[in-house]
């Protein structure tokens, strides 16, 4: 998307905003049960959720409309509070940012390492407040503590192991004879095109030498944590009486727990006097204009209402038109595809 190369492309979880940060794009990351995930290899069947990478909001607002729903092959998507699917393209309102509560986290704020995007996200903010939206700092969550990983490995490691196995089995036809976590283990480290040593398999370890399953306490005792800490995010617009939370997009807040649909925007991009930073598999993660994004993040369902904040916050920025971190533009405006 980001050279116009295509209109839109599908992720899962973390891989809609991450992928679309990195891409100075937009991803849209559905409540968890919002969009069908039959067919999909599996990580986790309480975080899994399936949503668009695109060019614009309203690009993805489309696709929304039309993958969300319910599916007789995944139950959950029989949480789905309404009858109707939205139409998103129609919450896409250039005015929809006045009246809207908009959170902002402190803990985040006051402990996020990248001081260049947090002036950024303060910028951002202006604009927002400009646009007519009330801007509430005064509240933090409860019950996730910002900067310290509470994320456990055992539960993970079973959804992974259960969930891939059952995904297996499911196939109509299995050409390698993968069936348990140990085959798909063997086929990796046989594999030479798989890349082992340069991605790595532990997570994959992990779960096959799982000792535990879905039937134990620890297990049971785990999913309630869970999702105790899932629900920070939801307490703490309910505290704000807020429409969304506003974050760095790579800020490590509890979405995926709490099953919260988030909306990853372009913000900016680093200077080009930016020194080069890597991360895993040392692939570039900040330098010389790198892309960096904020989400907007908001309860379960509350899709559409994102979608709408998002939309005119990238309306007030045109960031991928100007090339320039949340500064609003003052001349005429080409469109992506006119610059390339």
Same mark, same amino acid.
């Given at each position: 998307?980001?050279?116009? !190369?295509?209109?839109? @492309?599908?992720?899962?979880?973390?891989?809609? &905003?991450? #992928?679309?940060?990195?891409?100075?794009?937009?991803?849209?990351? #559905?409540?968890?049960?919002?969009?069908?995930? @039959?067919?999909?290899?599996?990580?986790?069947?309480?975080?899994?959720?399936?949503? =668009?990478?695109?060019?614009?909001?309203?690009?993805?607002?489309? /696709?929304?409309?039309?993958?969300?729903?319910?599916?007789?092959?995944?139950?959950?998507?029989?949480?789905?509070?309404?009858?109707?699917?939205? %139409?998103? $393209?129609?919450?896409?309102?250039? %005015?929809?940012?006045?009246?809207?509560?908009?959170?902002?986290?402190?803990?985040?704020?006051?402990?996020?390492?990248?001081?260049?995007?947090?002036?950024?996200?303060?910028?951002?903010?202006?604009?927002?407040?400009?646009?007519?939206?009330?801007?509430?700092?005064?509240?933090? *969550?409860?019950?996730?503590?910002?900067?310290?990983?509470?994320?456990?490995?055992? #539960?993970?490691?079973?959804?992974?192991?259960?969930?891939?196995?059952?995904?297996?089995?499911?196939?109509?036809?299995? =050409?390698?004879?993968?069936?348990?976590?140990?085959?798909?283990?063997?086929?990796?480290?046989? &594999?030479?095109?798989?890349? /082992?040593?340069?991605?790595?398999?532990?997570?994959?370890?992990?779960?096959? %030498?799982? =000792?535990?399953?879905?039937?134990?306490?620890?297990?049971?005792?785990? /999913?309630?944590?869970?999702?105790?800490?899932?629900?920070?995010?939801?307490?703490?617009? %309910?505290?704000?009486?807020?429409?969304?939370?506003?974050?760095?997009?790579?800020?490590?807040?509890?979405?995926?727990?709490?099953?919260?649909?988030?909306?990853?925007? =372009?913000?900016? *991009?680093?200077?080009?006097?930016?020194?080069? &930073?890597?991360?895993?598999?040392?692939?570039?993660?900040?330098? #010389?204009?790198?892309?960096?994004?904020?989400?907007?993040?908001?309860?379960? *369902?509350?899709?559409?209402?994102?979608?709408?904040?998002?939309?005119?916050?990238?309306?007030?920025?045109?960031?991928?038109?100007?090339?320039?971190?949340?500064?609003?533009?003052?001349?005429?405006? !080409?469109? $992506?595809?006119?610059?390339?």
């Amino acid at each position: 998307m980001s050279i116009g !190369l295509a209109v839109t @492309a599908i992720g899962t979880e973390r891989s809609i &905003t991450y #992928p679309a940060q990195n891409n100075g794009v937009v991803g849209l990351k #559905p409540t968890v049960g919002l969009v069908s995930r @039959a067919g999909v290899v599996p990580v986790s069947k309480h975080k899994d959720t399936v949503g =668009p990478i695109t060019r614009t909001v309203e690009d993805a607002a489309l /696709v929304l409309s039309v993958i969300a729903g319910q599916c007789l092959e995944d139950p959950t998507t029989n949480t789905i509070p309404f009858e109707k699917v939205p %139409d998103f $393209v129609a919450a896409c309102k250039p %005015d929809a940012l006045r009246g809207a509560r908009i959170a902002v986290s402190p803990s985040v704020m006051e402990r996020y390492y990248d001081a260049e995007l947090l002036h950024a996200l303060e910028n951002a903010l202006q604009v927002m407040e400009s646009e007519g939206a009330h801007i509430v700092r005064d509240v933090d *969550f409860v019950g996730w503590d910002y900067g310290t990983t509470k994320r456990e490995e055992m #539960p993970a490691n079973i959804f992974l192991k259960e969930g891939l196995e059952s995904y297996f089995q499911s196939l109509a036809t299995n =050409p390698h004879g993968i069936h348990t976590i140990a085959d798909l283990i063997s086929f990796m480290e046989n &594999t030479p095109e798989e890349e /082992v040593e340069k991605y790595g398999i532990n997570a994959f370890l992990a779960a096959k %030498d799982e =000792p535990r399953d879905n039937s134990s306490m620890e297990f049971q005792e785990a /999913v309630r944590r869970m999702i105790e800490q899932g629900s920070a995010i939801s307490k703490l617009l %309910d505290q704000a009486n807020g429409d969304a939370l506003v974050v760095p997009t790579t800020a490590d807040i509890p979405s995926d727990l709490g099953q919260n649909p988030a909306i990853a925007v =372009p913000l900016g *991009f680093f200077p080009a006097m930016r020194e080069k &930073t890597t991360s895993v598999n040392q692939m570039i993660a900040k330098g #010389p204009n790198i892309p960096y994004s904020l989400s907007f993040v908001g309860k379960k *369902f509350s899709d559409e209402k994102l979608i709408g904040i998002a939309y005119a916050f990238e309306q007030s920025t045109n960031v991928l038109a100007t090339s320039q971190p949340c500064v609003r533009p003052t001349g005429p405006i !080409l469109s $992506v595809s006119n610059k390339l």
